[in-house]
């Protein structure tokens, strides 16, 4: 199971490659290329993908690579699509408004979710959807009126989302992460439409209405129908209701009062927290018969996707752990509010050139804030943490304010202590972080005469959160020493992401780092799904996604350059992926064939493949119909691309409607 795990993620990551190859080449431009040409590439694209897709659902590979990797190219060729619809509108001047491309790019992948069922096409649907409405109201087609185009489109949100929301909660439609994500969006809707409008009488009904809702999920996930997933993101909703109006009120108040009132807020937000995830806690232990049905298809969409490792733990939603991070978000939120009203009123309370200098007011009140919580470990762990990090808050901004090497050193080094002393990955992940911001300001006052400072103080927290990465696995084995590793490894993917853009540094330097960047990331993905770390995978795997992403408006190389690129480098994974799926069918692993995960069979074939002629037919007419008007076919340079990417002088059409054209550089 664990070389199937390596040639799954082979495979995506060298659809990953293609897919970000495609869309750097679109963007690109090529000159090389006529219009037509541009097109009927667009077109082939997509139609690899799809022949791709039908072809693996006939293969016979080792362990559902069949069903997982036909499934895999039958998304990719919806996003080829998409692709090629932004393409025909670039290079033709068509200058189609982004939800009409958006509209579009749904169509397809909307009919292909109601053919195969296949729950990532859902998501993918999910999310054209939002922001095929998204552009839609932006664009205000109903209403110039802007509070009256706000009222439209919440409400069109809050609507769409309570109807999806309804048929995943009823089964009707099989996507837990539709069904978490309508709820989500429901609430964000409504939360927007209550502290939209000055209009005092609607403002209150919408604000009624918000709390209707909310109060309406307490009751029936918690008296009807027990869920203590809905319950958490109804608890999480509540808490941003509350927040969201405390920060309204602080803003229209400007006395002394608003610091006063934030930290009592601050006191019963986090009070409420604690008791209302102790009362959950103590509902019912097992599973309601929701959660029991719902158990079964619980799964993400990259679950979905990518089938990773520790299957039967991924295909079940955790609402402990849900419970957890959302009782972290509430903590971070009061902690935040509690340090700006604290920082506030010393700040008023003090002068900076006065007896009691401001920055040494903040910097003795933090300690006064964490050397009691570290000394006091009984103290309860929110109250204790709270207080902690809104101490470490206050003691960050007064060494950066008193610019005092010393001081900030023992700053650092009560830091060091703290995260010794304090127990919870959430807690270590965070108080990690606050260490390597008060790292980067003790490096700042050591550095900052020096030339090239900024790059030397990245390339410095690179290699101290590698170190600390690498001494984690020295001695035994702690609850302590697994924080360390996952604390120094998030900054390490963040730091070594963040030096691929700095400015040259020596010879080379750019190229050095982004290849060293691409290489350590690629191996870490498959060095922990050989060790069988789950977190660690998708860890690694999304910020090897997101090199790929910031690397559009990398300067290196020119988007025809890094198209190429990663087309072949696509293409050497899809190969080695491939050659060692046969290797491992050859050696006596057994293998799945199309009956069990199949789109293609029976009428399903004819109506997906009704669906790709009409994607092909949509690109073939907008070839034709834009390739008979001559001034078309002066294309202009990508509009998104990176400005060493665009193209000198261009020519596009100034006014379509009168037929007059103009040139510009």
């Known amino acids: 199971m664990l070389r199937v795990n390596m040639i799954r993620m082979g495979f995506l990551m060298g659809i990953a490659l293609l897919l970000a190859a495609i869309f750097y080449l679109f963007a690109a431009n090529w000159d090389g290329l006529s219009s037509s040409h541009k097109m009927l590439t667009s077109a ?28 895999i190219f039958l998304v990719a060729g919806c996003i080829a699509f998409g692709a090629a619809a932004a393409l025909a509108d670039q290079i033709y001047n068509l200058q189609q408004p982004p939800y009409v491309i958006c509209l579009i790019s749904l169509l397809p992948s909307l009919m292909l979710a109601w053919i195969t069922r296949y729950k990532p096409l859902y998501v993918l649907t999910y999310i054209l959807a939002h922001f095929t409405l998204y552009f839609l109201f932006d664009y205000r087609l109903f209403t110039p009126n802007v509070e009256m185009n706000t009222l439209l489109a919440d409400s069109t949100f809050a609507a769409f989302n309570l109807a999806l929301f309804l048929l995943a909660q009823t089964k009707r439609l099989a996507s837990e992460i539709v069904r978490l994500a309508s709820f989500v969006m429901l609430h964000i809707s409504l939360l927007n ?30 008296r009807i129908r027990l869920d203590k997933t809905m319950l958490t993101l109804t608890a999480l909703a509540a808490s941003a209701y509350t927040v969201a109006k405390f920060i309204r009120f602080s803003l229209e108040t400007e006395s002394v009062f608003r610091f006063v009132l934030g930290i009592v807020f601050v006191i019963v937000l986090l009070t409420a927290n604690v008791l209302f995830f102790r009362y959950m806690n103590k509902l019912g232990n097992k599973a309601s018969t929701a959660e029991r049905n719902t158990e079964d298809y619980k799964e993400s969409a990259v679950e979905a996707a990518a089938q990773p490792v520790n299957g039967a733990a991924s295909r079940t939603t955790d609402h402990h752990l849900l419970g957890s991070i959302v009782s972290t978000i509430i903590t971070i939120v009061g902690i935040i509010i509690g340090s700006i009203s604290v920082i506030g009123l010393v700040v008023l309370l003090t002068d900076e050139n006065g007896p009691i200098k401001t920055q040494y007011a903040l910097y003795a009140l933090s300690l006064l804030f964490i ?20 101490g470490f808050a206050m003691g960050l901004v007064s060494i950066a304010w008193i610019e005092k090497t010393p001081l900030s050193i023992i700053f650092l080094a009560i830091a060091i202590i703290s995260w010794l002393r304090l127990q919870g990955r959430m807690q270590h992940l965070i108080t990690y972080m606050l260490m390597n911001i008060a790292a980067a300001i003790v490096l700042y006052q050591l550095f900052q005469n020096m030339h090239d400072a900024y790059s030397s103080i ?4 690179t290699v101290l959160n590698a170190a600390a990465y690498g001494s984690s696995y020295v001695g035994t084995n702690g609850e302590r020493r697994i924080h360390l590793r996952e604390g120094s490894l998030l900054f390490s993917f963040i730091f070594l992401l963040w030096v691929t853009s700095l400015d040259p540094v020596f010879a080379y330097s750019v190229a050095l780092f982004n290849v060293l960047a691409f290489i350590l990331l690629t191996a870490a993905v498959f060095l922990f799904i050989k060790r069988e770390q789950m977190l660690e995978t998708a860890g690694s795997f999304f910020f090897w996604l997101l090199f790929l992403a910031i690397k559009y408006y ?64 949509f690109i073939g007419y907008q070839t034709a119909a834009n390739e008979r008007l001559p001034s078309r076919n002066n294309h202009a340079s990508a509009l998104a691309a990176p400005a060493n990417d665009a193209v000198s002088v261009v020519t596009i059409s100034a006014v379509r409607s009168s037929g007059s054209y103009m040139s510009y550089s």
């Open 371 to 390: 050397v009691p919580m570290l000394l006091l470990p009984r103290v309860n762990a929110v109250v204790r943490y709270t207080v902690f990090t809104v």
């Open 554 to 617: 990398d300067y290196l190389w020119t988007l025809l350059n890094k198209s190429v690129t990663l087309a072949l480098l696509g293409i050497i994974a899809l190969g080695l992926s491939y050659w060692f799926a046969r290797r491992l069918l050859k050696g006596g692993n057994h293998y799945e064939g199309s009956g069990k995960i199949d789109f293609f069979v029976g009428k399903s074939v004819w109506l997906i493949a009704a669906v790709v002629l009409l994607q092909l037919g």
């Open 458 to 461: 990245i390339i410095s927290l």
């Open 193 to 222: 439409l209550a502290g939209a409008f000055d209009h005092a009488g609607l403002s209150l009904f919408m604000n009624a209405l918000d709390i209707a809702v909310i109060a309406a999920c307490f009751y029936y996930f918690m």
């Open 44 to 71: 082939g694209f997509v139609l690899f993908f799809y022949v791709l897709s039908f072809g693996f659902s006939r293969s016979k590979l080792p362990l559902g690579l069949t069903g997982f990797l036909s499934g």
